[in-house]
């Protein structure tokens, strides 16, 4: 069975800092890999996705995101954070197979950004 | 705007009395999906529905069911809610299952909060 692993399940930082939060996943195939993100009182909203092609996906609000195909890892990344910023992350993993329809989310990072 | 609307966004039910979640898309998107997602937990599949066809994830308790009347609207009844059902339950639509495509990118409703007295 697939499997999502997030490493920090809380991460403060101040404004301007760097942002990098590590997902790993379990699974063998082709996956698609998202990272979503959680606004306090808000609905889960897609920040980046990868299909294909181009492991260095960007996304919105200056996310961007690295896949390592050999290191079964998505890495999120932002160079500079801002206080809006402050959410929960989740990582989620969509596997190529027959089962195509079963994601599996890892448990969220949530991101404390300090004014 | 398109989107996936879940009704309503709170719900307390009584231990035992039959609660149904609705959740309706404007997307005309083919698959509908319900999770639950416990406070601070990642969301768990529960089901989905790729147009009338139903599929049921191995771990999803009985109590759980779903229907899904035509393209629109998804229903999630919960025949017997106990206390450790309590959770945020959200549904989420995507075009379709295909791999390595944009018709797999799932867009989630804001969520219907279940509190189980």
């Known amino acids: 069975a697939q499997s999502v692993s997030q490493h920090n399940h809380h991460v403060i930082l101040s404004e301007a800092a760097s942002l990098e939060l590590g997902c790993n996943y379990s699974?063998?195939?082709?996956?698609?890999l998202f990272w979503y993100v959680q606004y306090p009182g808000q609905h889960l909203q897609l920040l980046l996705k990868y299909f294909s092609g181009d492991p260095l996906v960007k996304g919105i609000k200056g996310f961007e995101a690295e896949f390592i195909k050999s290191k079964f890892s998505f890495n999120l990344r932002k160079p500079s954070v801002q206080w809006s910023d402050t959410a929960e992350y989740f990582c989620a993993v969509k596997p190529g197979s027959t089962n195509a329809g079963k994601s599996t989310f890892g448990d969220g990072t949530t991101l404390t950004v300090k004014p | 705007d398109a989107m996936v609307i879940q009704n309503p966004r709170y719900q307390v039910t009584q231990f035992g009395k039959p609660v149904t979640l609705s959740c309706s898309q404007t997307l005309n998107h083919n698959v509908m999906y319900w999770y639950q997602q416990k406070s601070s937990q990642a969301p768990k599949l529960l089901f989905h529905y790729y147009d009338k066809d139903f599929n049921n994830e191995a771990d999803t308790p009985d109590n759980f069911q779903s229907r899904r009347p035509n393209t629109s609207f998804c229903f999630l009844d919960i025949r017997s809610p106990g206390l450790g059902d309590a959770a945020m339950y959200l549904c989420a639509t995507s075009k379709g299952l295909a791999v390595l495509s944009s018709y797999n990118e799932q867009f989630f409703g804001p969520g219907t909060r279940l509190t189980v007295l």
């Open positions: 699974y063998g195939g082709t996956v698609n």
